[in-house]
């Protein structure tokens, strides 16, 4: 029973290198979020989608862009990464509107340098 | 100011007290308010959840939710040094997808 799985756990990158985020759920979910946590500014919604093939901004979207071009699987991109962009990133899924449980992955660590 | 307020701690307490985490919010429209568990290193995991006004309780935890000052309140009876975690309050407009988190706070029970 893996849940939401992220990959990679760990990552370090230059300034300006580009990577993608993997989150993928294996509980049919149609919802999926990305999440940044940063010391003392909690958990930040970056996008999130709704469906397969949508996708919607959330609070702090600039620098980031993502993918949902199959129900099971959200993708996160950096295309030019920047020290700002240290953070823990958590992916969630729940299934569907109107029921409040999100399921996390256990989150990727990525520091730029 | 942000949609969601919550005090980061650390809040320290001995083993077998009373905790209350507490989250102000600012729109009016939340319906939909949570309280997820995070320990360290960890996702979060959803502890308690109410939609709307009132209490909600579950073993040592009572949820409760104050619309008219737009407060919410996580009480954690008999407390234990496994209760040690970040405590993060979570709302949700009925009609919007998007789950706000607080900053989390930090809670430290000591044996």
């Known amino acids: 029973n893996a849940g939401v799985t992220q990959t990679p756990k760990f990552r370090v990158l230059k300034t300006g290198q580009s990577m993608t985020l993997l989150c993928a759920q294996d509980m049919n979910h149609e919802y999926m979020y990305w999440y940044r946590q940063d010391p003392g500014m909690g958990l930040r919604l970056i996008h999130y989608s709704v469906g397969e093939g949508t996708t919607a901004k959330g609070e702090v979207p600039d620098g980031y862009n993502v993918s949902r071009l199959k129900k099971q699987n959200f993708l996160l991109g950096l295309e030019s990464a920047a020290p700002s962009q240290t953070s823990v990133y958590f992916c969630?899924?729940?299934?569907?509107?109107?029921?409040?449980?999100?399921?996390f992955g256990q989150g990727t660590r990525l520091t730029v340098v | 100011q942000k949609e969601v307020e919550q005090d980061p701690g650390p809040l320290s307490v001995p083993e077998g007290a009373i905790v209350s985490l507490n989250c102000t919010y600012s729109n009016s429209a939340f319906q939909y308010f949570m309280w997820y568990r995070q320990y360290s290193r960890k996702g979060p995991e959803l502890l308690m959840y109410t939609y709307s006004s009132g209490n909600k309780e579950d073993g040592r935890f009572t949820a409760q939710v104050d619309k008219s000052s737009k407060y919410i309140s996580l009480f954690i009876r008999d407390s234990q040094p496994s209760d040690s975690a970040t405590y993060l309050c979570a709302m949700r407009v009925g009609r919007d997808d998007k789950i706000i988190f607080g900053k989390g706070t930090r809670l430290h029970i000591l044996p």
């Open positions: 969630a899924s729940k299934v569907g509107r109107g029921n409040t449980e999100a399921f």
